[in-house]
């Protein structure tokens, strides 16, 4: 008997037909199935697009053949999605994993639970039956979520405990990572490093918990890898690092810039002219996460065992040349006001320490986090030479431009919020602030900028 709200895999995900009995008594109805057909953004009939040359589509192939049995947690985002799109399109049986539904349809041949990553009987129950994890969900990545430390660390840390665990439990062989290129950075320049010579940051010295806890669990990730599992045979893992994620339909960072720049928060400019850091388009890190969890195989030789790669799209920009077809699309002009990091910095730790002060009575959102400023302003840039060599990884070429055409085109329209008097007004109370607080040295903003840069 077919269970009502499960899209059902057959022979291929047997295991699925009798999760929902143990999933609702093991997390007490904290996780359900829904499968649910919501119209996707756009592109309703195509939810998953793959150029002809794409390299996802070579490798597709290699796992159509093992019938790869795969969950993906964070399945509820945009990248999340994609990938799962892309697996199930390969021929494997996937369950997409997390809180969130998909605000995209659900394809054939997927199966989605919505539950927390911090739950551990669901995320037990909703890896029966997988021989391989994608590990995506995290918290905490941009904005105000920055700001939000317990939830960072349970997400972040008990999250990937957990996702271990199951591994182990349930004889899974294969777990790939998704980090960030965070781990490494913290403000200091960093310019075409690689996996061999570029040094994890101190963790202590992050100024952002998303940072300092994707360090950690990356690191436990790591640590797993040759564990033995509770049937027998071993945990083979392995990690990516992407920078900035840019496509189609992307939901977090495009949306965001758009509606900062329409309000004129992005008038000002600051960092080091030359400051060039890199961005991965959605179908390149998927891609890179097919080739991982192939290379975690015996025909591969587990090449990819206990390895970290940076994954990116092969090119480096300055951050406000690369939003240039934005402000155009919008209508803006582009940054013109200058302003010292210094001061950029310190604005950003006054409206931190205002949101944690007032947290209590309302939700401040800052403008830029310190996190933020470090990464417009300083240069990070990463080889991709280990994950070409290693994985064949062959990232396609794609313009941020084509992402803003998209967006432009299917956005709502955007209210006239006149955002640039308020912002100018905010600005200047955050300047008062700051000047006030030089007169107590132990609370002086210009302080803390000075020793996060020693």
């Known amino acids: 008997m077919k269970l009502a709200g499960i899209v059902c895999i057959g022979e291929h995900y047997g295991a699925i037909f009798n999760m929902e009995k143990k999933l609702l008594c093991a997390s007490g109805h904290r996780g359900h199935y829904f499968s649910d057909r919501k119209l996707p953004v756009s592109e309703a009939a195509n939810p998953w697009h793959q150029p002809p040359s794409s390299g996802v589509r070579g490798n597709a192939g290699a796992l159509k053949d093992k019938a790869m049995r795969a969950v993906v947690t964070g399945g509820g985002g945009y990248f999340g999605y994609k990938l799962g799109c892309a697996l199930a399109s390969s021929g494997a049986s996937v369950v997409l994993y997390d809180i969130h539904k998909p605000i995209w349809e659900i394809p054939n ?10 739950d551990y009987d669901a995320v037990f129950a909703a890896c029966e039956g997988a021989d391989c994890v994608f590990h995506v969900a995290s918290y905490g990545m941009s904005g105000r979520e920055q700001l939000h430390r317990e939830e960072i660390e349970t997400v972040n840390i008990n999250g990937t405990r957990f996702i271990i665990d199951a591994c182990k439990q349930r004889n899974i062989t294969r777990l790939i990572y998704t980090s960030t290129v965070n781990v490494v950075f913290g403000g200091l320049p960093i310019e075409d490093g690689d996996e061999e010579t570029v040094p994890y940051f101190p963790i202590e010295k992050h100024v952002d918990h998303y940072s300092r806890t994707k360090s950690i669990a ?115 002009s582009k940054p013109w006001i200058p302003i010292p990091t210094s001061l950029v910095y310190a604005s950003a730790t006054v409206m931190e320490h205002l949101h944690l002060i007032l947290k209590p009575l309302v939700e401040l959102s800052p403008l830029l986090t310190r996190n933020e400023v470090q990464n417009i302003s300083t240069t990070h840039t990463f080889r991709i030479d280990k994950a070409r ?12 431009a084509d992402s803003v055409e998209h967006y432009i085109k299917t956005r709502a329209e955007a209210r006239s919020e006149h955002g640039f008097p308020r912002v100018m007004l905010l600005f200047l109370a955050i300047l008062s602030l700051i000047f006030l607080s030089l007169r107590f040295d132990d609370l002086s903003v210009l302080h803390f900028f000075k020793e996060a840069q020693h």
């Open 109 to 118: 041949g997927v199966v989605c639970i919505q539950a927390d990553v911090r």
């Open 389 to 400: 060599r290693q994985l064949g990884y062959s990232p396609e070429k794609f313009t941020f």
């Open 218 to 332: 990356e690191q436990m990730v790591l640590a797993a890898n040759g564990t033995p599992l509770a049937g027998g045979g071993v945990l083979y893992t392995s990690v990516l690092r992407p920078p900035g994620i840019y496509g189609p339909e992307e939901q977090r960072h495009l949306p965001r810039l758009a509606k900062n720049i329409e309000r004129g928060i992005l008038s000002f400019k600051f960092g080091d002219p030359s400051a060039k850091m890199n961005w991965v388009h959605v179908e390149n890190l998927v891609q890179a996460q097919i080739l991982a969890a192939e290379a975690l195989t015996p025909e591969k030789n587990y090449i990819a065992s206990g390895q970290v790669y940076f994954i990116h799209d092969g090119e480096k920009f300055n951050l406000f040349e690369w939003l240039a077809p934005l402000f155009e699309r919008l209508g803006c």
